[in-house]
């Protein structure tokens, strides 16, 4: 039950981060707290319960519920919408991160950045992938990976500062 509970409520984590969305000049993708949000669940649930937190809220966001970016909700956001690539990618990321995290890299924070960044570059090849579909991979890189690289690294140090206190919260949730 505390891993169902705990799932929820790393899925309603990541909608929460979604809703800090900042509209980016020239592209169709708002710069979110999302990414960071997926990899510190990942790193901090593990990869099996970080991805199935990550499915859940995609899951969510399917039925209808608006908790994709800018209040959002619905297939279409899966299926035609800009941001598709990035948000298909959330489970895999999240399970990337965990997959580190649980070998070790999530215990120092050089390793948790490496870690992170890893995961991060997947939600970036999602992204990247749907959009050059949309557009041309020149123009998905210009308007789907440039604008958000030093925001995106400056949320992982953020994230890997983070991480102890959050690895210490879910060991005591999960232990009680």
Not at 45 to 66: D, I
Not at 92 to 98: C, D, E, N, P, T
Not at 123 to 147: D, E, K
């Amino acid at each position: 039950m505390v891993n169902v509970l705990t799932v929820l409520a790393a899925s309603l984590f990541i909608a929460m981060a979604a809703q800090v969305a900042v509209p980016i000049p020239g592209s169709p993708v708002p710069l979110t707290l999302q990414p960071i949000a997926v990899l510190l669940t990942g790193v901090t649930l593990g990869s099996r319960r970080g991805a199935a937190a990550a499915a859940l809220y995609l899951f969510e966001g399917m039925s209808g519920l608006p908790v994709f970016a800018q209040g959002h909700g619905g297939m279409f956001w899966l299926t035609v919408g800009a941001t598709a690539g990035y948000l298909w990618s959330y489970p895999l990321a999240a399970f990337v991160a965990g997959f580190v995290s649980e070998r070790g890299w999530g215990s120092r924070s050089v390793r948790a950045v490496a870690g992170m960044l890893l995961a991060l570059s997947v939600i970036y090849a999602g992204g990247w992938a749907w959009l050059a579909l949309i557009v041309n991979s020149h123009n998905a890189f210009s308007i789907g990976i440039l604008p958000f690289l030093i925001a995106d690294i400056v949320k992982v140090a953020i994230g890997a500062s983070l991480l102890p206190s959050a690895q210490r919260l879910v060991s005591r949730l999960s232990a009680q």
